[in-house]
């Protein structure tokens, strides 16, 4: 009896225990999954029904009121554009660990209904998935085949330096707007890689298809075209939709000519650029029967689209922020030009002088952070569910790394809204990197043509200012050059005219 006893209290005790067990267990997990879905939303403004935040949105410069907001809310919060969540990033220090160290995570691009109309989700910047990884891999090893960041680039563009400065000469020191000679002259170099050749600036192919590139951008990064990305159904009310469709469709029908150009001539031992190498490849895909290639006419179309409009207004852009700069800081034009003088002399600048000008390789970089000329990059998407600095984000939520942010993070630059050369100089004046300057983005989708650019900017630059001297037009002063920029999907600078003098 005592035995039975004894074993009933054991098994009660056994019972008691494994249910405390079980409890504990059943908590420990309740608590984990409980952690799991309580993990914060990034927090941000208040939406309303339908329109979300837009009302707080300066949607001409959507940039500045995020960076407003991140006052309040921190360096990743949310708000709604419509019914749309989007989470911003801001700061360099919470943009680049989205996107260098969660680069899967937050590498997906967000398609807008915009980008749509010309790209359809083919070429590289407005793609994903398998299509995009081969676009942009095939992409980044043709153009260094044909030079993009090595001689064969230099090449060309000291070649095309020329051309540029005689178009400055015909106007023989009188006012002019920079917009179309820099963009010809930048729109040369990337059309010289991809076709094989460069253009005549009077060929109206060419300047017709760079004035559309130019619109595009304007049009495409527009605060009614924002308005459509978030509300489609508007696009037939819209004047800046019609532009974008009527600009894709001559873009298509004057590629498509040029392609059936260079397809008649194509001689598969003697390449001439990017597009001979597509139409190579994808000849060799057809006759192997490869199903599933992605080497298709659409493919072609829309990759080098991208290249061209991507090559062109961004560079452009640039320097003529550059010019711009150089006009309303005479000082600072004076001792870029002192130093080129003494270094280089009068023979034409190569990209290995650029060791040897740290104070013009200074100005330069000081320029790209100053016009921060993709504020708020290009919109990113999240790949997956996300678990980023305590926060919880969505798989397909929109992401913007907020640029300008970080080349203007208060935190690593000691002016940040100032032009301040010395930004980019140690204290015996020679270069020195800084790690918040992100004007290519970073990770998996950093800018494919970076090293084109970098080149570009270098040579353009020190070349004009060796050879010229910008100032303002007779009575503007240059307190009348703004700063501030006008908004599309690059800041350019706002309309303006400039003297380009002589100096040799
Ligand atoms: C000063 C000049 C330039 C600047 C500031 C610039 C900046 C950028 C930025 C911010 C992005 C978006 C990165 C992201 O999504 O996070 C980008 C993407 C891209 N850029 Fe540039 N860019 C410049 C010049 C060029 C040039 C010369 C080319 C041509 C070869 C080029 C081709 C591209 C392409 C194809 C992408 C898309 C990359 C992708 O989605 O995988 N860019 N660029």
């Not at 995020?66 to 921190?74: I, P, Q």
């Not at 990337?190 to 109206?204: H, K, L, Q």
């Not at 061209?308 to 207004?313: H, I, M, P, R, V």
Request: net charge neutral; proline share 6%.
């Amino acid at each position: 009896m005592a035995v039975i006893e004894s074993l009933l209290q054991f098994l009660s005790t056994g019972t008691l225990l494994g249910a405390l067990l079980l409890l504990l267990v059943l908590y420990l997990l309740s608590s984990g999954s409980r952690s799991q879905k309580e993990e914060k939303e990034p927090p941000g403004p208040k939406p309303v029904p339908l329109l979300g935040n837009l009302l707080t949105l300066d949607l001409k410069r959507p940039f500045d009121t995020f960076f407003e907001l991140s006052k309040t809310y921190g360096n990743i919060f949310q708000v709604f554009l419509g019914p749309r969540k989007t989470v911003v990033l801001v700061g360099y220090k919470t943009v680049k660990e989205a996107l260098v160290n969660y680069a899967e995570e937050f590498g997906d691009r967000k398609i807008e209904p915009g980008f749509r109309i010309m790209n359809d989700e083919h070429g590289i910047l407005f793609s994903n998935g398998e299509n995009w990884r081969e676009m942009r891999r095939f992409a980044l090893s043709n153009l260094r085949d044909f030079g993009m960041g090595k001689r064969g680039s230099e090449e060309k563009i000291i070649e095309e330096i020329q051309f540029l400065k005689g178009e400055f000469d015909k106007f023989e020191g009188k006012p002019f707007d920079t917009t179309q000679p820099v963009n010809y002259a930048v729109s040369n170099i990337i059309s010289a890689i991809v076709y094989g050749s460069r253009f005549e600036y009077t060929d109206p192919r060419f300047t017709d298809m760079v004035d559309r590139a130019n619109e595009n951008v304007r049009v495409l990064g527009s605060a009614s075209m924002m308005l459509y990305n978030i509300f489609p159904w508007l696009g037939p009310f819209l004047n800046s939709k019609r532009i974008a469709v009527r600009n894709a469709l001559r873009n298509r029908a004057e590629m498509t000519k040029l392609f059936t150009g260079l397809l008649e001539t194509l001689n598969p031992l003697d390449r001439r650029g990017f597009v001979d190498s597509f139409l190579i490849r994808k000849q060799n895909d057809e006759q192997s029967c490869k199903e599933d290639s992605y080497f298709h006419d659409e493919n072609l179309i829309v990759t080098v689209g991208n290249l061209f409009s991507a090559g062109t207004d961004t560079t452009g852009t640039t320097l003529r922020w550059g010019l711009m700069l150089m006009a309303k800081y005479p000082h600072i034009q004076d001792r870029v030009y002192e130093e080129i003088d003494r270094v280089i002399g009068g023979r034409k600048p190569v990209v290995e002088d650029r060791k040897k000008l740290p104070y013009t390789d200074a100005v330069i970089h000081e320029i790209q952070r100053l016009a921060n000329i993709v504020p708020m990059s290009l919109p990113h998407k999240t790949s997956c569910d996300v678990h980023f600095n305590g926060y919880f984000i969505k798989k397909g939520t929109t992401v913007v790394p907020l640029l300008t942010s970080v080349l203007k993070d208060p935190s690593e630059w000691e002016k940040p809204n100032s032009f301040y050369p010395e930004h980019f100089l140690d204290e015996k004046g020679q270069f020195v990197k800084r790690d918040a300057f992100m004007p290519f983005s970073a990770g998996r989708r950093v800018c494919l043509g970076e090293s084109l650019a970098r080149m570009e900017l270098f040579l353009f630059f020190t070349s004009v200012l060796q050879s010229f001297r910008f100032t303002t037009p007779p009575g503007v002063s240059v307190d009348d050059l703004d700063l501030k920029g006008i908004v599309g999907i690059t800041l350019n600078p706002s309309p303006h005219k400039l003297c380009a003098i002589r100096r040799s």
